[in-house]
C-alpha cells in the first residue's frame, strides 16, 4: 500500500458470526434473509446504515437486533475497488518476495560438516 492510499476493509460474509448484541463487536439489524441450500444469505443493517451480508446455517428473525463477530485475521484490507482476484494476486506476490530465491539464504541449509581427522 502506498501512503494515504484509499483502502477498502472487507470481511468476507461466510467470516461473519451472528451473536447477542452485547457480545458482538457491532450491533445490526436483520433486514432480509434468502435460503441457499446449505446456509442463509442475511442483510443486516448497523447504526450507519451500512449494510453487512453475512452467511450463516442458521435462520435470524427479521427486524432482531443481533450482534456480529469475526476473528482478526478474517480483517483484510484492499486497494479501493481491488478485486478478489487482485488483492489474492498482490499477496501471492507479497509472499514470492519474502522467498529465498538463493539457495544458500535459506533458513534451511545443512551447515557443511568437515572431518577433523
Known amino acids: 500500500m502506498r501512503k494515504n492510499e484509499a483502502v477498502e476493509v472487507v470481511l468476507r460474509p461466510e467470516d461473519l458470526d451472528l451473536t447477542t448484541p452485547e457480545e458482538g463487536k ?21 447504526e450507519d446504515l451500512n449494510l453487512w451480508q453475512v452467511q450463516v446455517t442458521n435462520p435470524a428473525e427479521i ?19 481491488e478485486s478478489e482476484e487482485e488483492f489474492d494476486a498482490r499477496l501471492e506476490a507479497y509472499e514470492d518476495e519474502e522467498t529465498p530465491t538463493d539457495p544458500s539464504d535459506s533458513a534451511d541449509k545443512v551447515p557443511e ?3 577433523h581427522e
Open 63 to 81: 427486524g432482531a437486533r443481533v450482534g456480529l463477530t469475526f476473528d482478526p485475521e478474517d480483517i483484510h484490507v484492499m486497494r479501493y475497488n
Open 113 to 115: 560438516v568437515f572431518d
Open 26 to 46: 457491532l450491533v445490526v439489524t436483520i433486514k432480509n434473509q434468502s435460503f441457499r441450500g446449505d446456509y442463509y444469505e442475511i442483510m443486516a443493517q448497523d
